[in-house]
């Protein structure tokens, strides 16, 4: 878990996203074992969301590895009712948004690196003040 200051800075930015991509229903944030490590959505599943991302970070990181195509980035899940995509937050943690049928897929994906990138950033500063071997 990251301390109680981390999880709103973090809520803060899963908050701003949702402002710049008005499409998406949810945003959460997780360790990459499944833990929620902040949240942004009235989806009362986040724990099973989280947890099903890590598996699926897991076989996401194993294809990509297996066909040569270096470290895991993003997944994209269409489904009939909208997305759900998930985003390397460092090597720690994902982003995992939920996006309505309509949602503008190039404009996410630019919107979720940029959020990504700053959450690993903040999970990186926790890991520092924590010293050396801490989880987020």
């Given at each position: ?14 908050r701003r996203l949702r402002a710049r991509v008005p499409q998406l229903t949810g945003a959460l944030a997780a ?106």
């Amino acid at each position: 878990m990251v301390p109680a200051e981390a999880e709103a800075e973090i809520l803060a930015e899963l908050r701003r996203l949702r402002a710049r991509v008005p499409q998406l229903t949810g945003a959460l944030a997780a360790s990459a074992d499944g833990l929620v490590l902040a949240r942004d959505t009235a989806a009362t599943e986040a724990e099973a969301v989280a947890a099903l991302t890590a598996a699926a970070l897991g076989v996401a990181q194993r294809l990509a590895d297996t066909t040569g195509q270096g470290g895991f980035r993003e997944l994209l899940v269409r489904g009939d009712n909208g997305y759900v995509a998930t985003y390397a937050a460092g090597e720690a943690a994902v982003l995992t948004l939920m996006a309505e049928p309509r949602a503008n897929v190039g404009r996410l994906h630019l919107e979720a690196r940029r959020s990504s990138l700053h959450i690993a950033e903040l999970i990186q500063e926790t890991i520092g003040r924590r010293g050396p071997g801490s989880r987020p």
